[in-house]
Structures are given as C-alpha cells and as structure tokens.
C-alpha cells in the first residue's frame, strides 16, 4: 500500500464516496473537488483528520487543504477512486442535481468556448483590422487583405472543429473520432455536392443555410449524439476489434444522422423564423424592430437568423435597399457596453484579463468572444444587451434607418447605409446615435447591477473559518534550529494581513509574507525541491535541517497557468542557499490585476516550538527572514 492510499481512501468515502465526485483536482495545497451534493460530504470529520488541513467550500468547489503533499494525494485519489485521466468520474452523472434545463445549455455553451476564448478574441480583432483594409479601399485581391483575411476567418471558418475538441472534452469521448466527424460537417465542396446529391435510402441529404462552416450548435449535437454512440459501443464491442470498430460505427451513425436530421430541422426551424418574422414586420416595425434587436443574438446562436439573411438580400437585390436587418446591427455594441462595465467593475483578475480583447473584438462587430466568454454564461449581462439591443431596434425602425449595401459589420456598417442615390446620411446619423445609446444604455444598466461571479477564483479570499487540522505533535528528533532566508527583496506583511484565510490562519503553518520588490525567487537555505507546481507560482522545498517550506507567489496567480513566470529548477533538484529559482514579470502580473504578496510558510510548523519573523519593515533578497526553534 502507498504512503497515502490510506488518506486518499478516506478522504473519497467522506466526500460523499466517489460516485458524489463529478471531477477533482489540485492546486499546489488542495485537492478541488466538484460533488455532486456537497451536504453527503463529512466536513467536520474531514478538518479534524490527521493529513488534512482545513476544508474550504468556494466557487462550487469542496477544497480539501493537505499542504505540500498534494501532488502524491492527488495520485492515490485518481487510484483508489478509479478516476479517469483529468480527474474525472467514468459513471452516470444523470442522477445529480444539475439546475434547470437553461442553466445546463448555458454550463455547456460556456465550457466549450472559455479553452480558446484567447484565440478567439485575437481572431475578432483580426477580422476587424481586415473589415479596416477594405474600408480604405483595399482590394480583395491585395497580398495584405488576403493573408490578413485568413488569419482572422480561419478560426471561424473552421470553428466547428475546435468545438469538436471541447465538445468530446466535455462529452468524455475520443478527441479524434470527434474530430473525423467535425472534418466531415465542413468538408470543402460540401454543399454544392449535396445540393447535387440524390437521395439515399429514400432519404434527401439537406444542409443548413450557409454549411455547417462557422457553426457552433450543429456540431455540439454532433459529438453529444457521437459520445452515447461511442459509449455503448464501447460496452458491447469485444476488446479485441474494439479499436477501430468503435470509432467506425460511432462516425458511420453520427454524420449521416446529423446530416438527414440536424440539416432539415435546421433548415424547418429558419423558414418558421422567418415567416414569423415577416408577419410581425407586416403587423408593426416597431414591434418588429424590438423582438428582432432583442432576439438576434438568440437567433445567432441557434444558426435561426439565417430565415432572414435570404429576405433581406431578395429586398436588396429587388429594390437597392433593406430595413428587415436594420434592427439586428447594433446588438454588438450593447455587448460593448455591458462588457466595459463587467471589465470595471469585477474584482476576478481572469474575466478583467480577457473582457478587453473581447470587447475590442465586439466593437469589429465580432461577439463571439463576448457572448460565449463573459455574457452568457454570466446570463445577467446577456438579457441586458438583448433588451437594450431591442429598444435600440425601435429607435431605428421609428427613424426609418435603411442600408443599402449588405456587408461591414460593427463600426464599419455605416457606409452601408449612406443612400448612394441622394448622398443622404440620414441612416448614418440615426445609425450613430442608435450605437451611442446601445452603449451607454447598457453600461450604465450593467453598472447598477452586480456583476455575476465566473470563475469563481479558486484561490480567492473565502470567508469561512478555518480548523487546523492536527493537534500538536511531539517535536522531531530530525528537524534543528534554523535561519530561513529571504527568498525574494520586498516589503514584509505579517501572515494574518494575508488575504486568503488558508495562509492569515496559520492553517497550513506559521510564517510571514512579502510583498516583492524584484522579480525574482532565490533559495532561502540549501534545500531539496519537493514540489514545483507546473503553473510555477508555488515551490516547495525541504532544507537540509528538515525544516518543510512553501513559497506561494502571489494570490490567485494559479489562473495565469504559467504565463509570466520562468523556472530555472526541476522538482528533485537539490540546490544552494541564494541559488535563482523562479523569475517573473511582476509588472505584467499586477497589470493583469493579480497581487504579488508572497507568504513563505513551515508547513512543518508543528515539529517545532516556536517559527519567529522577522521584526524588519523591509528586506533584501538573503536576509534573515523566519527562525525556526526546536
């Protein structure tokens, strides 16, 4: 049996037993476990066990504190828990509660996107500076245009296959049988061939309005379909074909079925859209202007707008102008208006980090990155930019605003709607003050109200009390008397002015904190390196007199998953006194709203009878810092 199969086992029974486990991981101090009914979890026995060293509940997280020994817990727990690869639970999670059917579809959508939320937000922006070129009169055929144009529409052109990614992600199925599926769904020539195809079985192949390319729905169905496949092949397929006839028949089932259901119901669903919406148009274009404002990024999102793009280009084309679209331009810039706000006032430095991309990306008119990252899965800001946007949509139909191109999207709309005939910018004007109060209406609504949590910072400030866990032990014959270092040059905080209550409590071990002045780690004593997290924030070393440390650089600083810092050790390395471990950029770390106080911790405080800091306001790099008595 391993050294921590007994606690590992232990902690699994008292959260509730592994089929309460929906998924787990761990930090540098805690095994993160997402129940699936927190009450079955034993709290009060779980703070008093020895081995572990508080419990804290944030975020929709049970987080059990075990210190520097977390990665070799974390281990036993996937073993004896029979976890798959992640920390996720191979069984029927059907039967936990999951909320209501929207709060589902919301968890969904979000998680897909949130992996590449980056990307996706720096492709808007691109997509934007191309829409930039073509306005100055670039044309298509210019070198410039055409590789800008790739790199920004090749995300979108190709969405459906990182979907495909997240999607097996999230639906436990093979990565690459998704992928053979999502290859399928945007094959190039795919609808031309279709279009020309007869029918099979009895059966007429029909896509979407405008492919599958640049879709996100369609392929989600796809691989959820694809993973129940999958799934029960898997139960009834011998181990010994299991191979390649799982992932034959799971794709063999799925395209053909999206294709003669998802198409045609795809297909069904936009005619109804639009003959509903010609109906209301023909009985009120200001209540046409309000319930298209207020539900086309509704429409989007379903690939149902796509009953209208067909009527208006047939206006268009028919008459050298459209209003049916005017009421669905500006939904981008409410996004702009509650995503400013959102970036204002959150206190999470993750959603402050990346609402900016995203909201340059929605001024382009490019809200993927808004909606799927920020808005709708904190639901408040979505509902307040599709009611403002509906309002908005009123005022533009009342003022008769009308394009005459079809083309540019966000702030590049406005040629579109300069009349070509007269030289009037009547359009233009109520256009422009139409995206003024779609701004402005939908900051200053989402500055009055609270902005929804998201991530729900893992290592955040959490305002519950905290149980050391085990009582005081007999001191160690091992340990000695010793003189911790400064590992870093900086202000010195007392550890109860820490923020986060599993440090201010002395709940992982006596010390004292530093908020740095230099970006630089050094080894506070000749030690052995037990712990390097992979995000590099955290070390944890142990000296050569025994004494157990963890240096943890800034709060909350696990989220930046590596970026800004640099390692110059392994875990296992033995190293000197002095000797460089971590650099970081500080100023990139505070600029994305991350504090930098670093508390340095004996997490063995217990084997000694007194840890003492430093009485020194200030210190350099080296200086003495922690003494620890026997």
């Not at 020895?50 to 977390?70: C, E, L, P, S």
């Not at 379903?302 to 331009?329: E, Y």
């Not at 630089?520 to 000749?526: K, L, M, N, R, Y």
Request: glycine residues 8%; negative net charge; aromatic residues 8%.
């Amino acid at each position: 049996m391993a050294k921590y199969t007994e606690l590992a086992q232990d902690i699994l029974d008292h959260v509730g037993g592994k089929e309460n486990v929906s998924s787990v991981k761990h930090c540098v101090t805690r095994l993160r476990f997402h129940l699936k009914d927190e009450s079955k979890a034993d709290t009060n026995y779980l703070q008093k066990r020895d081995g572990v060293v508080t419990v804290v509940k944030a975020g929709g997280q049970y987080q059990v504190v075990i210190g520097n020994h977390v990665p070799d817990v974390y281990e036993e727990v996937l073993k004896v828990g029979g976890l798959a690869d992640g920390g996720t639970v191979d069984v029927d999670e059907g039967d936990g509660p999951k909320g209501s059917l929207f709060d589902r579809f919301i968890d969904v959508i979000s998680s897909l996107f949130q992996p590449f939320l980056g990307p996706l937000a720096a492709a808007g922006i691109l997509k934007g500076i191309t829409a930039l070129l073509a306005a100055t009169g670039m044309d298509a055929s210019n070198g410039i245009y055409v590789v800008m144009n790739t790199l920004g529409d090749g995300l979108f052109q190709y969405l459906p296959m990182i979907l495909a990614v997240t999607a097996a992600r999230k639906f436990k199925m093979n990565v690459y049988t998704a992928l053979a599926i999502a290859g399928a769904m945007v094959y190039p020539g795919l609808s031309d061939s279709v279009a020309a195809a007869s029918k099979v079985f009895g059966l007429t192949l029909t896509l979407p309005a405008g492919g599958y390319y640049n879709s996100v729905l369609p392929v989600i169905l796809a691989i959820f379909v694809a993973s129940k496949i999958e799934q029960y092949m898997r139960k009834i397929t011998p181990d010994v074909v299991k191979m390649f006839v799982v992932p034959f028949v799971t794709i063999l089932i799925t395209v053909p079925l999206t294709f003669f259901v998802v198409g045609p119901v795809a297909n069904t669903a936009s005619s109804w859209i639009g003959i509903a919406f010609q109906a209301v148009y023909d009985f009120s274009p200001i209540v046409y202007g309000f319930a298209l404002g207020a539900l086309w990024q509704v429409l989007v999102m379903f690939g149902l707008h796509w009953g209208l793009v067909p009527l208006a280009i047939m206006d268009m084309a028919q008459n050298g102008h459209s209003i049916i679209l005017t009421a669905a331009v500006l939904p981008c810039f409410t996004q702009t208006g509650v995503l400013a706000a959102i970036w204002l006032k959150t206190k999470e430095p993750k959603v402050k980090q990346g609402a900016m991309p995203a909201l340059i990306s929605s001024i382009f008119g490019v809200t993927e990155p808004a909606i799927y990252g920020y808005t709708l899965p904190m639901k408040t800001p979505f509902i307040v930019s599709c009611l403002v946007s509906g309002f908005v949509g009123v005022y533009l139909s009342i003022f008769n605003v009308t394009g005459y191109a079809m083309g540019g999207m966000g702030i590049f709309l406005y040629p579109a709607y300069i009349d070509p005939a007269t030289g009037s910018f009547h359009s233009v004007i109520h256009l422009a003050i139409g995206t003024v109060l779609a701004i402005v209406a939908s900051f200053v609504i989402m500055m009055l109200l609270k902005v929804p949590t998201l991530y729900a910072d893992l290592d955040a400030p959490v305002d519950v009390p905290v149980t050391p866990a085990a009582p005081t032990r007999t001191v160690s014959a091992i340990v000695k008397d010793e003189t911790i270092k400064s590992p870093v040059s900086g202000h010195v905080v007392a550890l109860a002015d820490v923020e986060d209550k599993v440090f201010s409590s002395g709940a992982m071990g006596k010390g004292v904190a530093v908020e740095p002045a230099t970006g630089e780690i050094t080894a506070p004593a000749d030690a052995e390196v037990k712990i390097l997290f992979p995000t590099k924030h955290a070390i944890g070393l142990v000296t050569e007199d025994g004494t157990e440390l963890l240096i943890h650089i800034g709060m909350n600083t696990v989220e930046l998953e590596g970026n800004h810092f640099t390692s110059y050790i392994n875990q296992g390395d033995k190293v000197k006194a002095g000797q460089k471990l971590i650099s970081f950029d500080a100023e990139a770390i505070r600029s994305a709203g991350y504090s930098l106080l670093t508390p340095v911790i004996v997490t063995n405080s217990n084997d000694y009878s007194n840890v003492l800091a430093t009485d020194a306001a200030d210190v350099s790099a080296n200086d003495n810092l922690i003494e620890v008595v026997k």
